[in-house]
């Protein structure tokens, strides 16, 4: 079974549009993290963000947001007034006491903000 | 800040070709990865370790093999390259499993088996 699921694949939108990125995850575990990944046109995946399963407190960094939601199984990430720089592929992931020292990826949601 | 360099951005090699793909961290982690990202099917782990010598399979590691043979250094080795190994590589490293930490990522290599 998909641990986390991305159910959008491609998403464009108009600059200074919001754009909300889903992320749907699956785990029996009371204790686990999720993160969120960019992956800019260079190919390195760069860190957003990492919630741990105790901290439902929705984040909000400049322009990001990250809204947790447990009874959903959800980890959406939003991004306000979206720019060109913001075009990236964009991967959300989890760490349970099953995955060890693994992360599971979800296969990744591609932003295009056209200007 | 940590830095994983990847000793290759690009590389092209021919249908049976040994393939060494490198790898280098400097903030002694102990964990290293390797992933494979083709389009739609996101990141797949092919193998990790989580000490010197020590080597677990990930989800893909058919016609894969790995070394570690010092902590800063984790090589993925193709044995003899095909086609369908063509693929994005990304390696990662990350501090011990107790720390939850993020994994921080190289800039990748971009492999095309000819």
């Known amino acids: 079974a998909q641990k986390v699921t991305q159910a959008q694949t491609e998403i464009s939108v108009v600059e200074k549009e919001d754009v909300t990125l889903d992320c749907v995850y699956e785990?029996?575990?009371?204790?686990?993290?999720l993160f969120w990944y960019k992956q800019p046109p260079s190919g390195e995946l760069v860190f957003l963000i990492r919630?741990?399963?105790?901290?439902?407190q929705n984040e909000i960094s400049g322009r990001y947001s990250w809204n947790f939601q447990k009874s959903t199984s959800s980890f959406n990430f939003t991004i306000t007034a979206s720019q060109v720089v913001d075009s990236a592929v964009y991967f959300c992931?989890?760490?349970?006491?099953?995955?060890?020292?693994?992360?599971?990826f979800g296969t990744g949601t591609s932003l295009t903000v056209i200007p | 800040d940590v830095k994983v360099t990847q000793s290759s951005r690009y590389l092209v090699k021919r249908t049976g070709e040994k393939v060494f793909l490198e790898c280098v961290q400097d903030?002694?982690?102990?964990?290293m990865f390797w992933y494979r990202q083709d389009p739609g099917l996101g990141l797949r782990l092919i193998y990790f370790?989580?000490?010197?010598?020590?080597?677990e399979k990930g989800d893909i590691p058919e016609g894969y093999s790995v070394s570690r043979e010092k902590k800063e250094r984790f090589s993925l080795i193709l044995e003899s390259a095909s086609t369908n190994q063509t693929s994005m590589y990304l390696c990662?490293?990350?501090?011990?499993?107790?720390?939850?930490?993020?994994?921080?990522f190289g800039p990748g290599t971009r492999l095309l088996v000819l």
């Open positions: 990662a490293s990350g501090p011990s499993w107790t720390r939850r930490e993020t994994q921080y």
């Open positions: 785990t029996r575990d009371t204790t686990y993290y």
């Open positions: 919630r741990n399963s105790f901290d439902e």
């Open positions: 992931a989890l760490s349970d006491s099953n995955t060890g020292n693994q992360f599971y």
């Open positions: 903030m002694d982690h102990e964990n």
């Open positions: 370790s989580y000490d010197v010598k020590m080597k």
